[in-house]
């Protein structure tokens, strides 16, 4: 047998163990490549001879997917030809005897699966020195997957085994098959076509898209199934090239463009249906269909549809507004009105719209009530006047389409349908409502119904938005569809019409038609939306705690479980003091559930204590749960004997735990919780921590301004002295980052004043205006206390002289409008304040060396000063627990108030610190409560953790309060045995006061650590950005820090250095770098987490900065045309050179001759020289291109000054180009002398060094010199191997006689061409 007509796999053959057999074909390993999962088999050929001198019979045996047949019909009707392509081999290397074959897909769609199905043999009969020929049939089925698309499909890996035995002796083969899906997919997957209100002769083309969406290529065919036109004379299906397109070949995850073109020739309806299918797989297919209706008007049409013709909203969840934006604009001259129509399945569903201009923001949600009357469009222009074609369109009239379920056409109900605005919107665009609801009216028009959805008027060449918004209500959950998406369909229309004057005409009545209606043209937009209605289910419906202690913790979990196919929000709401669970949204994945735990911490006994949690559906309200609470709360422990003597207040609510909400890992969150004396007479409290929690929060108190005498404390003084000295040391955005900025407007005339304060401003404060003259010094930075009404922003300043500044300047009012004014913060107007002046001598505050000093009264400015510094730093402390933010937020109306706003927060921290270092809150171990009395206790909370772990997490920890001194007579016992056992405190129970917290990830990473800016000069510019991720679900605030270095101030950052990065997002900041000094750049830059500060990371900037280039060279390559070996070139280039520098420069200029560059392996190198005539043959002048851009724009200018007859004009500009050209006329014949002129390029000296190839230049300050340059082909080999055409080479150096690194090479080029 020989190898012709046989495939590729029969030249490999394999001896069995023994010998006795031959195998071709089929190698011991084999993979088997690219093999289509599509149910069909794959057949691969081989061979096998008895090469012994007896008769054997060989048993087949197969494992896994396989079979072998000895007779295939399929394999015996394929040709010689086909036979020798069927397999393709790749050898194997050679540390790898695995063999692996691909059989051709094309040959296998001719095979016939009924022939493939027939059974396979397990033994054949050889007899000696034959061969038999088998067929090996390997079939893999395909794992059942969701198939959708998007979808991704890759290659799956199957095995077999083959075992041929004869005897003792046999062969075993290892099968590997990898084998993939081929699927393949169209886009828009609604894969449908219609264009409305065609004109004859106008062609219209729509674009699809094929994919393959699978690992493995596929050959997909497009055919004609249904057709309204047999010869599609109208339809063409072109690729992106313009050829005619029925098919064709997609590789592994690539598509291909379908464009439909379509030009009508008569008027009437046209539909064609297409099926697309997939050659590999005949279960992979798609159907589309184009649908045109043609009209006979010979006019185009008035509105064009800018936007997508098909409107999809996806997958949708009911109660959110999903929005798309429709465009659409007047091409022709005259004012014209298009009415909306709605067509179609649209139960359920609730829709409006907004018609804005083109470019203009989307609308805000319309405040007004549902159900107040509003006129329509109609009588609204009624009673205007005919402005209504003006640039600034009235506000879009919005309809609520409240239709039945019914398919086909539908009808609008005259009942608005109310819906909540406030409900976050899905995937799409929150619908925004900036019109006014008005009643739908139906009408009939051309005997079907449709309903009137909007209208609106669009000028000539105008454009306009109309946004649609949709909003799916919710089914009940008795429906067939609940839980369950369900594809809804309708069709929008648009008729457009020419406005009679410049006004829409109103709507004729029901069942009949106007003039410009029959006229009407035509627009449809097909719709559809996936909508499904999530519910969720709450288990066990019953919470029943049992006896729980007064003061002890127990929890309980309710689950919650989403059953829909759409992700659901719940939200638990209640109002107890003494259950706690979480009350923020919670979002369920589809089939998914979610555990809530439920906290009861009782305060009292209560034999019959009952609650409700309400568990709402957000998106579903009529699924609401609601879970019912019982326990029995008594008191073992006698814990509520407590609160007899004192409450415990969060903020102003008795409760005995203290919510901090969500809080990142390593950030710090403050709460105030109050302890107030119930009893006439004086307590001593002892706060301690768990020991295990000590590290997380601490408790901290308030220093004491006044002891019990009335007199300042030592600790209030000491905390007087310190603050502002603190404050003066830290980095505070207000009094460092702000201060150029002030300082340059310090000068500023008397009239004028401070930027006005924002709205929402906590602390009223009046605008100051400034004074002439006045010196701005660090403890006067008062602008962002102005602006937004910080009081932790005000200096420390104590007032020295009431007399030197006009009652205007002379303080700033810090207290809030309507409160009654404190002390104020005074400016002296000399500008020489010092912080150590304010401060009072130590001596006279406090003094350990005399005892008397202590009973001594501070003056009456002292005192002033001491009771300033500590209300302002509690007004400090109620700021940063009013507005220090855990979850920051993310919606700012410009960047400069979102970098405001983290400067502030950031500012907050630091004042975290300084409250703490300076004393003003002390570590709380002993409580103190004067009668009736109440003291704060601030808990900060700082959870230490690393992202590892998961989030949220919980965090529960607890403060214990301990009654040290307290009076006897108050517990409730009758007899004196019972009071005196509880006379001591250690008879009373210690209260343990509940502290939680719900703890997120706060993550920040860099998209790149190093950034290599490479090569650059000084005084180069280039820009760059950092990528900021946020890997954590809540948003992360950012600082950007530089070092503070000479090198840092190279880097300029354009955007601002404080930001908010939104959850699992990204940010780039850009900035500039521009090196001032040459050499190796390297400097790094600080990201830091301004909530995590473990969490911050360093970008290192990297540059290779050289010295700035001393000469320019205007080109670096010459060509000289054509030209013969041996004879000089006929063209003569010029070699411009400039000097760049102040200094005059002194270059060398010489060419490289053939056996120093190399260039001699073309067989020509061409020889450089220099004419002698250079000075006569110079040239014009090198001009840099700025000044050849001066120069154009002014040889225009002169253009239209001539024009014009402007002769002044025309000197003007004559006058400029010559000194920009560095002449001395202006054209004219009068010379010009101009102080600021070129430097004269007859200055430039060249020298001859080495006959006519080597100069030496010395060019002064910013001169330039041509230098004529001719070059002559030498031979550097024989002539016999030079071919005529072959470009030959040569070379210029140009650098400084003492400086010879900095080298720059010209590049000579030129054509050789033989003499014959």
């Known amino acids: 047998m020989t190898s012709k007509g046989q495939p590729a796999n029969y030249a490999l053959v394999w001896r069995s163990a023994e010998g006795r057999l031959s195998v071709r074909g089929l190698p011991p390993r084999v993979h088997l490549d690219r093999v289509y999962t599509n149910g069909l088999h794959a057949l691969v050929p081989f061979w096998i001879a008895n090469e012994s001198d007896q008769d054997v019979t060989v048993e087949l045996t197969t494992e896994g997917p396989l079979k072998v047949q000895q007779q295939n019909a399929n394999w015996s009707a ?53 061969t038999a020929e088998l067929v090996l049939l390997f079939v893999a089925e395909a794992a059942e997957t969701d198939s959708g698309d998007g979808q991704r499909y890759e290659y799956e890996t199957h095995g077999g085994h083959v075992t041929l035995r004869a005897d003792t002796d046999s062969y075993d083969v290892a099968l590997r098959a990898s084998t993939c899906r081929s699927v393949l997919e169209m886009e828009p997957p609604t894969s449908r076509i219609y264009v409305d209100d065609c004109v004859i002769g106008r062609t219209y083309e729509r674009t699809l898209r094929v994919r393959n969406a699978s690992a493995i290529g596929l050959d997909w065919t497009m055919t004609v199934v249904e057709t309204t036109d047999p010869s599609l004379s109208a339809l063409q299906l072109l690729d992106s090239d313009m050829r005619p397109l029925s098919g064709g070949h997609l590789g592994a995850r690539s598509d291909t463009q379908v464009l439909v073109r379509y030009t009508p020739h008569a008027a009437g309806e046209f539909l064609s249906r297409f099926l697309v299918e997939n050659s590999n797989d005949p279960a992979s297919l798609r159907y589309w269909v184009f649908r045109a209706r043609v009209s006979q008007r010979q006019k185009p049409r008035r509105v064009e549809l800018l936007s997508d013709p098909d409107i999809s909203f996806g997958d949708c969840t009911s109660g959110v507004w999903y929005s798309r934006d429709i465009r659409f604009k007047n091409v022709s001259d005259t004012p014209v009105v298009m009415r909306l129509r709605v067509e179609g399945n649209t139960g359920g569903l609730t829709m409006k719209s907004a018609v804005r201009a083109d470019g203009a923001s989307a609308p805000e949600p319309n405040t007004a009530d549902a159900d107040t009357p509003i006129p329509t469009l109609s009588e609204l222009i009624s009673s205007r006047r ?43 665009v929150r619908a925004g409502e900036s019109g006014r609801r008005f009643v739908a009216r139906a009408r009939a028009a051309r005997g079907h119904k449709a309903a009137l959805f909007d209208e609106m008027l669009i000028k000539p060449g105008a454009v306009r938005t109309m946004t649609l918004s949709l909003l799916g209500n919710p089914v009940s959950s008795t429906s067939v569809s609940a839980g369950q998406f369900e594809r809804q369909s309708f069709t929008l229309f648009g008729e457009s019409s020419t406005a009679v004057g410049t006004q829409p005409t109103a709507a004729p009545p029901p069942g009949t038609a106007s003039n410009s209606e029959r006229s009407a043209e035509r627009l449809s937009m097909p719709c559809t939306a996936n909508m499904c209605t999530p519910f969720v289910r709450v288990v066990p419906p019953l919470l029943d705690f049992g006896s729980v202690d007064v003061g002890t913790l127990k929890s309980l979990y309710l689950r919650v479980e989403n059953l829909s196919q759409v992700a659901a929000t719940v939200q638990c709401k209640l109002e107890s003091k003494v259950i706690t669970c979480t009350r923020a949204p919670i979002t369920i994945a589809p089939q998914q559930s979610v555990s809530v735990r439920v906290d009861s911490y009782p305060r009292r006994v209560n034999a019959r204590y009952r609650k409700q949690i309400i568990v709402r559906n957000i998106h579903n309200r009529l699924n609401d749960s609601v879970v019912e609470v019982r326990s029995t709360h008594v008191d073992r422990r006698r814990v509520a004997f407590h609160n007899l003597f004192y409450q415990t207040l969060v903020p102003a609510n008795e409760q005995n735990f203290v919510d901090f909400g969500l809080v990142p890992l390593n950030a710090r969150s403050l709460r105030r919780v109050n302890l107030r004396n119930v009893c006439r007479c004086p307590l001593a409290i002892e706060v301690a921590a768990d020991a295990a929690d000590a590290g997380a929060f601490s408790a901290y108190t308030v220093v004491p301004q006044r002891d019990a005498t009335g007199r300042l404390t030592d600790a209030a003084c000491q905390v007087a002295r310190r603050l502002p000295l603190l404050e003066r040391q830290a980095a505070m955005h207000s009094n460092i980052e702000k201060f150029k900025e002030r300082t340059a407007g310090a000068t500023a005339p008397e009239s004028a004043t401070l930027p006005p304060r924002s709205s929402l401003c906590p602390v009223a404060v009046a605008p100051v205006p400034r004074a002439a003259g006045l010196t701005l010094q660090p403890d006067m930075f008062i602008d962002k206390s102005v602006e937004q009404g910080h009081v932790c922003l005000m200096p420390f300043s104590r007032p020295r002289n009431r007399t030197v500044l006009p009652p205007s300047l002379e303080y700033l009012d810090i207290a809030p409008a309507t409160a009654k004014r404190r002390n104020v913060v005074r400016i002296r107007g000399n500008g020489s304040s010092d912080i150590m002046a304010a401060v009072p001598p130590e001596s006279a505050l406090l003094s350990s060396e005399t005892p008397s000093n202590l009973d001594m009264l501070p003056a009456e400015e002292d005192v002033e000063m001491i009771v300033s510094v500590i209300e302002r730093a509690e007004q400090i402390l109620d700021e940063i627990i009013e507005r220090l933010d855990m979850i920051p937020q993310t919606l700012f109306a410009s960047p400069e108030a979102e970098n405001a706003y983290v400067r502030r927060q950031v500012d907050l921290h630091k004042y975290i610190d300084l409250l703490v270092e300076s004393g003003f809150l002390r570590p709380a171990h002993h409580v103190r409560l004067t009668a009736l009395g109440t003291e704060s206790l601030i808990v900060i909370l700082q959870p230490a953790g690393t992202p590892d772990k998961p989030a949220p997490l919980r965090f529960d920890a607890n403060l214990y309060f301990k009654l040290v001194d307290r009076p006897g007579d108050l517990l409730p016992f009758t007899d004196s045995a019972a009071v005196v056992s509880f006379a001591s405190a250690d008879q009373l129970p210690v209260r343990r006061f509940l502290v939680q917290a ?66 699992f997002d990204s940010r780039k900041v850009v900035f500039v770098f521009s090196p001032s000094l040459h050499g190796a750049y390297s400097e790094q830059i600080s990201i830091a987490n301004v909530l995590n500060a473990r969490g911050g990371k360093k970008a290192t900037l990297k540059a290779a900065v050289r010295r700035q280039s001393k000469f320019y060279i205007q080109s670096l390559r010459l060509e000289f045309g054509t030209l013969a070996p041996g004879r000089p070139s006929a063209d003569v280039q010029v070699l411009a050179i400039k000097n760049m520098t102040p200094k005059t420069r002194h270059l060398i200029v010489k060419s490289l001759l053939a056996s120093d560059d190399g260039l001699s392996d073309v067989g020509v190198v061409l020889e450089a020289r220099f004419p002698p005539d250079i000075a006569a043959a110079q040239p014009a002048r090198l001009l840099d291109r700025e000044t050849e851009e001066k120069i154009e724009s002014l040889e225009q200018k002169l253009k239209i000054a001539v024009r014009k007859n402007r002769p002044e004009k025309v000197e003007k500009y004559q006058a400029k180009l010559a000194k920009l050209r560095g002449s001395g006329s202006n054209g004219n014949g009068d010379n010009i002398q101009a102080a600021d002129a070129v430097p004269d390029p007859t200055g430039v000296q060249i020298r001859r060094l080495v006959d006519d190839t080597q100069l030496e230049v010395e060019l002064p300050p910013g001169g330039d010199v041509s230098i004529p340059v001719v070059v002559t082909a030498k031979l550097a080999g024989p002539k016999a191997d030079i071919n005529a055409g072959a470009n030959a080479l040569g070379t210029l150096v140009v650098h400084e006689v003492k400086d010879k690194d900095n080298v720059k090479l010209v590049t000579l080029a030129a054509s050789v061409a033989l003499d014959q």
């Open 78 to 130: 394929v040709s010689a030809a086909q036979r020798e392509t069927y397999v393709d081999v790749t050898t194997a290397p050679a540390d790898k005897d695995e063999v692996t074959m691909v059989c051709s897909a094309t040959i296998q769609r001719e095979f016939s699966e009924v022939f493939n199905q027939l059974g396979g043999v397990s033994s054949i009969r050889l007899a000696a020195q034959a």
């Open 386 to 428: 005919p402005s209504i074609v003006d640039d600034n369109p009235s506000d879009a009239l919005t309809a609520t389409d409240d239709v039945g379920s019914e398919g086909g056409s539908a009808e609008l109900s005259s009942r608005v349908t109310p819906a909540d605005d406030s409900t976050p919107a899905g995937d799409g």
């Open 998 to 1063: 719900a703890l997120v990830q706060s993550e920040l990473e860099l998209g790149q650590k190093s950034i290599n800016v490479g090569n650059m000069q000084v005084d180069e510019a280039c820009r760059k950005y950092l990528v900021i991720q946020n890997r954590s679900e809540t948003p992360l605030m950012y600082a950007i820090r530089k070092t503070g270095s000479i090198a840092s101030g190279d880097i300029c950052f354009v955007d601002s250095r404080y930001g908010i990065v939104r959850g």
